[in-house]
């Protein structure tokens, strides 16, 4: 069975970082491009980042774009999302998502980990 | 960016009933389209990938379809445990947007 486990969240002052972590098995975590999604509270879906297999391509929102950084280790069968000058929009639960190998559909979530940014 | 207009935004239906929601997108998306359903406290569920194929393990009471700018999803008969949100995600271009959702509830 898959598992997607994430760590990290918390409550942050704004200005502040953060660094989430995502524990993935029960799959070839190298073989499967990886997303972080968002969802702020009472609010819809928001993707925030993409990662490559080899972690050589990553995309990401604008929104997030020169604060946020997403990195994996494939030894590890771990992804991260570096998370600086965070801002009280940032507010959400993080979710760790993989993507299938053949589709790149998003087919397995974690069940997301809360970051709050307020002083 | 591509946006992703659901319609309607709220739903209220009977089990039994038949059901579709409309996702349009602002430019032509092909047929990268997926479909989620979201219960409070959950995580996402992947209901439809590629608009219109079922991803494993859910029920035939739900189909897709559609193509370019516009997409529906189904349900056929609902059952109590279908009453959720339901947002759709295109996979187009970056950036990956979604809908706006739409909660289906009990009438």
């Known amino acids: 069975e898959v598992q997607v486990v994430e760590s990290g969240g918390g409550l942050v002052q704004p200005g502040g970082s953060l660094r989430l972590s995502c524990a993935v098995s029960?799959?070839?975590?190298?073989?499967?491009?990886m997303s972080w999604v968002r969802q702020a509270p009472g609010k819809g879906l928001e993707w925030v980042a993409n990662?490559?297999?080899?972690?050589?391509?990553?995309y990401y929102v604008d929104s997030v774009k020169g604060r946020f950084t997403v990195s994996r280790d494939n030894a590890k069968n771990s992804l991260y999302l570096q998370m600086n000058s965070l801002r009280a929009e940032d507010t959400a639960v993080y979710y760790c998502?993989?993507?299938?190998?053949?589709?790149?559909?998003?087919?397995?979530w974690g069940k997301g980990t809360t970051v709050t940014v307020s002083s | 960016d591509i946006q992703l207009t659901q319609s309607p935004s709220f739903l209220s239906a009977s089990v039994g009933d038949r059901v579709t929601i409309t996702c349009r997108a602002s430019?032509?998306?092909?047929?990268?389209l997926a479909w989620y359903q979201q219960k409070p406290g959950e995580a996402p569920k992947l209901l439809i990938y590629?608009?219109?194929t079922l991803q494993s393990g859910v029920p035939s009471r739900f189909s897709g379809s559609g193509s370019g700018t516009e997409f529906t999803l189904t349900i056929s008969s609902l059952q109590p445990e279908d009453f959720a949100t339901y947002y759709c995600?295109?996979?187009?271009?970056?950036?990956?947007?979604f809908g706006q959702g739409t909660r289906l509830e009990i009438k």
């Open positions: 998502v993989s993507r299938d190998a053949k589709t790149h559909y998003m087919d397995v």
């Open positions: 029960g799959l070839t975590f190298s073989s499967h491009w």
């Open positions: 990662i490559k297999e080899g972690g050589s391509e990553k």
């Open positions: 430019q032509d998306i092909s047929r990268f």
């Open positions: 590629a608009t219109s």
């Open positions: 995600q295109q996979l187009n271009s970056f950036p990956i947007t």
